[in-house]
């Protein structure tokens, strides 16, 4: 068994916070992972599997459990039943971006606007990682995954993971348990073969942020420095050097509001109309039918808001912090909570508190946030 001794999570998460746990195991390869899991799930130990620490916000106290860290790396290139696709199997611990840069250098289309975002493949289907337009439920075939409750391995279709915006049965929500609890131990994505050449760009949220018209040809190599370009510009690409970047990415979820609750929002606030499910067929039979059946009026689709403009326009600025605090907001991007340096998880959990309430108390819109958190509380 590969165990290592334990490191205070601080040095392993892109937030800097969280003490040491108990134990530490490293898995280096498949076999390892599922052989640890079992272990720990056996012992009855809490338990932590610590991908690139990207997403996490973790408390300071030490971690009364093992931590499980997924290093296993590799991208195979597989045929794919459809023509002009290709599909890659990929181990849970891959750096995401390495993917992303690995299927750009191939030629293949689906996860170009993904491009930049940190930590591991592993915990991409986990929220539904999405950027621009692109999400991972738009590739995603299936995943190899070891459940708590057997200890089997099993691999299960893209389908049965209930993937939505920024969701899946394997998310840890704020207050609630994982539908399924399961740990990711390899994934597989189906990607378009397009090749080096440019090309339009499907989609229009994309075309937007890339500042290109539905006409424009550029290269998949070009999207992706772009897209790079513009989360660095945001503070969003991981960098030492740069306070802005110790975070974990966007700390509170753009919200899935009703129409009719944001048309109670200023009409400033940037939305999105989101895709409304398609009505069921319904089928009458023959000798039941009368004549014209009316149809039932359409649902409106419920709308995505920004949570940034939210925090922004109930007066944090950029860059806000609270008196006395190591905690603050981006100065580059009002979603992003900092670690200014050696902030402590309360500090954190102090500002997130402090910008939850106010916006909700301004637009009864209470935020969620989008990290898992680990012995803290809001």
């Known amino acids: 068994m ?21 134990r530490m195991i490293d898995a280096h390869t498949p076999a390892e992972l599922v052989d640890a899991l079992r272990e720990v799930w056996a012992d009855g130990d809490d338990w932590l599997v610590l991908g690139g620490g990207s997403n996490l916000f973790v408390g300071d106290a030490p971690f009364d459990g ?3 860290r997924v290093l296993t790396r590799g991208i195979e290139r597989m045929p794919s039943p459809r023509d002009g696709h290709v599909r890659l199997r990929i ?18 289309a689906g996860i170009e606007a993904l491009s930049g975002i940190p930590g591991t493949a592993g915990a991409a289907p986990v929220q539904n990682v999405g950027a621009y337009g ?20 099993a691999t299960v279709p893209a389908s049965d993971l209930g993937l939505g915006f920024r ?5 840890h929500h704020y207050g609630s348990v994982p539908a399924r609890r399961a740990v990711i131990v390899a994934l597989t994505l189906e990607l378009r073969e397009v090749g080096s050449g440019a090309q ?33 510009g945001k503070g969003m690409v991981l960098d030492d050097a740069d306070p802005d970047t110790y975070s974990a990415g966007s700390f509170f979820q753009n919200a899935i509001v009703t129409d009719a609750f944001a048309r109670t929002l200023p009409p400033e606030c940037p939305r ?28 409106l689709p419920d709308v995505k808001v920004s949570a940034a403009w939210l925090i922004e326009h109930t007066g944090f600025g950029k860059g806000f912090r609270l008196p006395r605090s190591r905690a603050g907001l981006s100065t580059k991007h009002a979603l992003a909570l900092t670690n200014r340096g050696g902030a402590t998880a309360d500090e954190i959990a102090e500002l ?14 209470l935020l969620q946030p989008e990290p898992v958190l680990v012995n803290v509380e809001l």
């Open 2 to 22: 590969p165990e290592v001794a334990p490191q205070p999570l601080s040095r392993l998460t892109t937030l800097r916070t969280g003490g040491a746990p108990a």
């Open 66 to 68: 093992t931590v499980v």
């Open 91 to 108: 181990q849970a611990g891959h750096p995401w971006d390495e993917v992303a840069a690995h299927a750009v250098d191939a030629g293949l």
């Open 134 to 153: 692109q999400e991972i439920v738009q590739t995603l075939v299936e995943v190899d995954l070891i459940d708590e409750d057997t200890g089997e391995v």
């Open 167 to 171: 969701t899946s049965v394997l998310k």
């Open 200 to 232: 339009p760009v499907p989609g229009s949220q994309l075309r937007t942020a890339l500042g290109l018209d539905e006409q424009d040809a550029v290269t998949l190599a070009w999207i992706r420095e772009r897209i790079i370009a513009i989360r660095r």
């Open 272 to 299: 999105w109309p989101m895709a409304p499910d398609p009505a069921p067929v319904r089928v009458i039979p023959l000798d039941e039918y009368a004549g014209l059946d009316p149809l039932p009026p359409a649902p």
């Open 352 to 365: 997130a508190r402090f910008v939850r309430s106010r916006v909700h108390s301004e637009f009864g819109l």
